[in-house]
């Protein structure tokens, strides 16, 4: 391994993916590296899909880590929204971002992305949604989606992987940087392997699950933060038939509520229908909840998140391990497996059992999640949030408040605290530095990460050509 570099880029998720095109298209001599905790995208293969969907506790784990991110395992689906997936709008601007979006989503189609895009023009049954939506005091956010599917997804995110390397970059998998290196207020590189590797620019993109690692080098290296908005909740799964309207019509719909009884903001995230609930391990064997969709497989449920947002302030300062302790709560009651519960059962505050999940027409998609009672994990005020939620959906997709709906707990965004950047996304106290992406915590999902990857690069060639 050489030990000078133009750019090191640490984590190869879709922010840092995107920063390395960028670069190599404008600037095809840069000599750059790639810093990734995790495999190569050939080497990402979950051993639960083959072996009865028992986890092994991969370390690191092969879902949320390696060549593109926990995006590799997602449904992968492209939000075409500024409003959708993170706040690059508040660092550029509405008109630039929706600009940035439209030239990530040509990247994305140049290398395989489905042409079809869902809820990109209102239909009058759209219109009807909408109104109930208004009725049932919910905000219908217009985002179109294009969706990859999960397979469609790591068919793509390998031809950019073929593409990079062949123009030169240079990737190193199960090489997690552990350090910075820094001189006079600058970044003069990182330490990876115990060796230390120069470079001009250092980027970090390390996505939520290097989100804790990050904010731990900026607590001990004194780079801004301000603490960030928590989301904990739960992953709602339902017959196709209940979501079949919105499903037809939007795909995803992106779905806010402001609750009665304390005004809490709950969103809905990651709809997938005809989806499989999924679990994904961090650190420490931590299990929490998500959910893909494949493009030509397809089960007989849909499953969203429903995620509530809760902003603190002083003195508190640590979201993370916020929704650390409320996932290891789950965890303790489930032996780090995924806690599911009927809906029925949560609001007559009663624990679902085995016998009444059998006789369930929901069959859940989740095979060794354990039946539980969530009301012994979620803060009242989160539950209270989430069961006022379900009841405006239901107004709108029918069926979704039926005592059969399950919910698995929990799901938690792991959000850093957010990194002070400017909007070239270079952190106020260290020079060269370049911080995006979701652990950092201003991008959402794979769109607006790689939108920001594309900023870094550009911000970068801009102050090389100054």
């Known amino acids: 391994m050489n030990s000078q570099y133009d750019v090191i880029i640490v984590g190869a998720g879709p922010a840092g993916i995107f920063t390395a095109y960028e670069l190599i298209k404008n600037k095809p001599e840069l000599k750059i590296l790639m810093l990734e905790k995790g495999p190569d995208i050939y080497k990402r293969k979950c051993p639960k899909h083959t072996n009865g969907g028992t986890c092994v506790h991969c370390n690191p784990c092969n879902i949320t880590t390696g060549w593109a ?82 397979e469609k997804t790591q068919t793509l995110y390998k031809s950019l992987y073929k593409h990079i390397i062949e123009k030169g970059v240079k990737v190193l998998f199960r090489s997690p940087a552990t350090d910075f290196i820094f001189e006079n207020s600058s970044v003069k590189g990182v330490v990876v392997k115990e060796k230390n590797v120069f470079a001009k620019n250092v980027v970090v993109a390390v996505g939520r ?62 709809s997938n229908p005809g989806g499989f609930v999924s679990s994904e391990y961090y650190d420490n064997n931590l299990a929490v909840v998500n959910g893909h969709s494949y493009k030509v497989i397809k089960s007989n449920n849909t499953n969203f998140a429903l995620l509530v947002s809760q902003k603190f302030t002083e003195p508190f300062n640590s979201p993370l391990e916020f929704g650390k302790h409320v996932a290891d709560m789950a965890n303790m009651l489930t032996q780090h497996k995924i806690l599911v519960q009927r809906f029925g059962d949560l609001v007559r505050g009663r624990r679902t059992t085995p016998e009444r999940l ?7 998609t989740l095979k060794d999640a ?97």
């Open 69 to 150: 991110g926990a995006g590799a395992f997602s449904d992968g689906k492209l939000s075409l929204s500024h409003e959708v997936g993170g706040t690059i709008s508040d660092y550029i601007g509405v008109e630039t971002a929706n600009e940035m979006i439209k030239y990530a989503d040509d990247i994305y189609l140049e290398f395989g992305a489905d042409p079809e895009v869902h809820g990109e023009i209102i239909s009058s049954a759209m219109r009807g949604i909408q109104k109930k939506s208004i009725e049932a005091n919910l905000r219908l956010v217009h985002c179109p989606v294009r969706h990859l599917g999960t």
């Open 209 to 270: 699950e290097g989100s804790d690692w990050l904010l731990k080098k900026c607590e001990k290296h004194q780079i801004k933060t301000e603490v960030g908005v928590v989301d904990i909740g739960v992953r709602l799964e339902c017959r196709n038939e209940i979501m079949q309207e919105i499903n037809d019509n939007f795909y995803e719909a992106k779905l806010i509520h402001y609750t009665k009884t304390f005004d809490d903001k709950v969103r809905t995230f990651c």
């Open 358 to 364: 059998f006789r369930n027409n929901i069959i859940p």
């Open 370 to 466: 354990v039946p539980g009672d969530l009301s012994l994990v979620l803060p009242y005020r989160i539950m209270t949030d989430i069961i006022e939620m379900i009841q405006a959906l239901d107004k709108v997709s029918p069926g979704l408040a039926s005592d059969e709906t399950l919910l698995y707990g929990v799901e938690v965004k792991f959000y850093s605290n957010k990194i002070k950047v400017n909007n070239g996304f270079r952190t106020d106290t260290i020079k060269n530095l370049f911080v995006g992406g979701d652990g950092a915590g201003i991008t959402r999902g794979l769109m607006q990460a790689s939108v920001n990857g594309v900023l870094m690069a550009r911000e970068i060639l801009k102050v090389d050509n100054a």
